[in-house]
T-cell receptor
Framework: DGGITQSPKYLFRKEGQNVTLSCEQNLNHDAMYWYRQDPGQGLRLIYYSQIVNDFQKGDIAEGYSVSREKKESFPLTVTSAQKNPTAFYLC????????????FGPGTRLTVL | AQSVTQPDIHITVSEGASLELRCNYSYGATPYLFWYVQSPGQGLQLLLKYFSGDTLVQGIKGFEAEFKRSQSSFNLRKPSVHWSDAAEYFCAVVASGGSYIPTFGRGTSLIVHP
């Protein structure tokens, strides 16, 4: 079955450490997205990529970095510069970016200790 | 830039009762509209979408939504709620002809009483 996988499901990090969240899709979708979800805030866009080797900042990119070396993969690194990284992170993909019906992964909950 | 408002943070209904979740958007032209559902600790799942044509759209799990241009609304409805419908519901808007990046509402939490 095609879909989006995110790993790990839960992630704990000490302050000052960088951590990378994995996102893989086998839907053959061109576009991929990273969102951050906080209680009562809805989804906020961190980064997105509409094609391999290209990506753009979203609304809250500071303290995050991404890469898109393969169509299937769009990892997100939460750096030590992100002041409040504890959140639920969602990865999504879209076959047609101009219509942008999105398919979501199960999410990664990151907790900074 | 487009914006989305879901006026109700929480909605409580009894099982078997009807449901309407409100969504209002702000955008100059006709946007693409979506409703997603999220169970606790899970990702979002698409319930239904509107691109053009018939303003009443049917989705999965017995949900429907109606696009009303005059009211800039895209309200989600279900005639009879089941306990398994308890979840968070998000409305999303994509501006056609723009960056095509969706804007999500803040969500409405649905509580279902037995």
């Amino acid at each position: 079955d095609g879909g989006i996988t995110q790993s790990p499901k839960y992630l704990f990090r000490k302050e000052g450490q960088n951590v990378t969240l994995s996102c893989e899709q086998n839907l053959n979708h061109d576009a991929m997205y990273w969102y951050r979800q906080d209680p009562g805030q809805g989804l906020r866009l961190i980064y997105y990529s509409q094609i391999v080797n290209d990506f753009q900042k979203g609304d809250i990119a500071e303290g995050y970095s991404v890469s898109r070396e393969k169509k299937e993969s769009f990892p997100l690194t939460v750096t030590s510069a992100q002041k409040n990284p504890t959140a639920f992170y969602l990865c999504a993909s879209s076959k047609n970016p101009s219509l942008n019906e999105q398919f979501f992964g199960p999410g990664t909950r990151l907790t900074v200790l | 830039a487009q914006s989305v408002t879901q006026p109700d943070i929480h909605i409580t209904v009894s099982e078997g009762a009807s449901l309407e979740l409100r969504c209002n958007y702000s955008y100059g032209a006709t946007p693409y509209l979506f409703w997603y559902v999220q169970s606790p600790g899970q990702g979002l799942q698409l319930l239904l979408k509107y691109f053009s044509g018939d303003t009443l759209v049917q989705g999965i799990k017995g949900f429907e939504a109606e696009f009303k241009r005059s009211q800039s609304s895209f309200n989600l409805r279900k005639p009879s709620v089941h306990w398994s419908d308890a979840a968070e519901y998000f409305c999303a808007v994509v501006a056609s002809g723009g960056s095509y990046i969706p804007t999500f509402g803040r969500g409405t939490s649905l509580i279902v009483h037995p």
